[in-house]
T-cell receptor
Framework: DQQVKQNSPSLSVQEGRISILNCDYTNSMFDYFLWYKKYPAEGPTFLISISSIKDKNEDGRFTVFLNKSAKHLSLHIVPSQPGDSAVYFCAASVRVIYNQGGKLIFGQGTELSVKP | DADVTQTPRNRITKTGKRIMLECSQTKGHDRMYWYRQDPGLGLRLIYYSFDVKDINKGEISDGYSVSRQAQAKFSLSLESAIPNQTALYFC?????????????FGPGTRLLVL
């Protein structure tokens, strides 16, 4: 039972345009959401996060939007650059069990290709 | 120098063999994790440890065991490897004092079980 889903395995975008990566979740107890980025032959690296008390968090070219009623979050990259080409993982956690710490549930990943 | 290192980076083994994957970190973090990545399934948690004396099962611990030899070292063992354990394995760490979800990953170990 996949609690966090990324339904698009891949996305191709032209350089300079907006990339939108989507993620859906089923567990209403999730209260913290993150995006990780992964290059080939490297481990995932933390990109941006959002608490469930917010609906938007922005960090430079990266913005994450959260729609709790739809159980949906998205990552916007504007403008997209060739160096953004990577696999992006959405992840979620339940912080009310914070003392159990760091138990992330990951989506399947979306491979983004930004073409020059 | 990498903060989280994994050895070996690649490993081919045969069904029934016992193998160990090792993870070391220089970040001084208390919490360490082992994940596996499979195509179409994302990353799934195998085991995690909050300190040297603490070991916890994750989503998919069957067929695996772990050892936390020191704060900086966390190893994953496959007691009797089977082909469906072929996957990419990642170790990760997080800081007790910071957001636990901000985990720092090693480069991964690619394991093939024949």
């Amino acid at each position: 039972d996949q609690q966090v889903k990324q339904n698009s395995p891949s996305l191709s975008v032209q350089e300079g345009r907006i990339s939108i990566l989507n993620c859906d979740y089923t567990n209403s107890m999730f209260d913290y959401f993150l995006w990780y980025k992964k290059y080939p032959a490297e481990g995932p690296t933390f990109l941006i996060s959002i608490s469930s008390i917010k609906d938007k968090n922005e960090d430079g070219r990266f913005t994450v939007f959260l729609n709790k009623s739809a159980k949906h979050l998205s990552l916007h990259i504007v403008p997209s650059q060739p160096g953004d080409s990577a696999v992006y993982f959405c992840a979620a956690s339940v912080r009310v069990i914070y003392n159990q710490g760091g138990k992330l549930i990951f989506g399947q990943g979306t491979e983004l290709s930004v073409k020059p | 120098d990498a903060d989280v290192t994994q050895t070996p980076r690649n490993r081919i083994t045969k069904t029934g063999k016992r193998i160990m994957l090792e993870c070391s970190q220089t970040k001084g973090h208390d919490r360490m994790y082992w994940y596996r990545q499979d195509p179409g399934l994302g990353l799934r948690l195998i085991y995690y440890s909050f300190d040297v004396k603490d070991i916890n099962k994750g989503e998919i611990s069957d067929g695996y065991s772990v050892s936390r030899q020191a704060q900086a070292k966390f190893s994953l063992s496959l007691e009797s490897a089977i082909p469906n354990q072929t996957a990419l394995y990642f170790c990760a760490t997080s800081d007790r004092g910071g957001p636990q979800e901000t985990q720092y990953f090693g480069p991964g170990t690619r394991l093939l079980v024949l």
